[in-house]
Every structure is written in structure tokens, then in C-alpha cells.
């Protein structure tokens, strides 16, 4: 049974940060390009940053330079460093695993309001 639990989420003021993690059990995880996605209310869900397999990474224009993508193999386990928060980075967030087809997570909740 493949599983991704995100973790990380909270409620953080603009200009704050937050690390948000995806664990994944039951996939051979160094095998899977990673990503995060987000949907925010009344919006669709939109893709934020993907990591290949060879760990290059990827970004929406709306968050280069701000949040970073990384993976840990050993762990199983993707990351998502935000730093700047913006107001408009307020969404859920989801996990994503992609091989010949995909692995959603539940999602984690980020607040970013004053």
C-alpha cells in the first residue's frame, strides 16, 4: 500500500518560514520524481516544485529564489524549504510521486496571514 504523509504545515506571518516533509512507504522512492503541489481556496491545484530521480529541481515562476526542493533517498522523504512567505502561498499543500503514474498525499494546511 503506497502512502505519502506530508507533515510541516502550520500558521507562519509573511516573511516567515516553514519546512514542509513527505514521507513515502510502499514505493521504491530513489525510482520516483518528487513534487509539491498546492491548491488554494476557490483555486486550481497548481504545481510549485518537482525533483527528478538525478535530484534537478524545478520551480513556478511565483516561487524561484523563495522556496527550495530537495530529497533524501536514504529517507524516503522530500522536503520543502519556504522562506519569504507571502500571503499568497496560503493553500494546502500536496505531495506528489510520479513514476509511470501517481502518488497523491492528504495534504498539510499553510497559513500565511499576520
Known amino acids: 500500500q503506497v502512502q505519502l504523509v506530508e507533515s510541516g504545515g502550520g500558521l507562519v506571518q509573511p516573511g516567515g518560514s516553514l519546512r514542509l516533509s513527505c514521507v513515502a512507504s510502499g514505493i521504491t522512492f530513489r525510482f520516483y520524481a518528487m513534487g509539491w503541489y498546492r491548491q488554494a481556496p476557490g483555486k486550481q491545484r497548481e504545481l510549485v516544485a518537482t525533483?527528478?530521480?538525478?535530484?534537478?529541481?524545478s520551480y513556478t515562476d511565483s516561487v524561484k529564489g523563495r522556496f527550495t526542493i530537495s530529497r533524501d533517498n536514504a529517507k524516503n522523504t522530500v522536503y520543502l524549504q519556504m522562506n519569504s512567505l507571502k500571503p499568497e502561498d496560503t493553500a494546502v499543500y500536496y505531495c506528489?510521486?510520479?513514476?509511470?503514474?501517481?502518488?497523491w498525499g492528504k495534504g498539510t494546511q499553510v497559513t500565511v496571514s499576520s
Open positions: 525533483i527528478t530521480t538525478g535530484s534537478s529541481t
Open positions: 506528489n510521486a510520479h513514476n509511470n503514474g501517481d502518488y
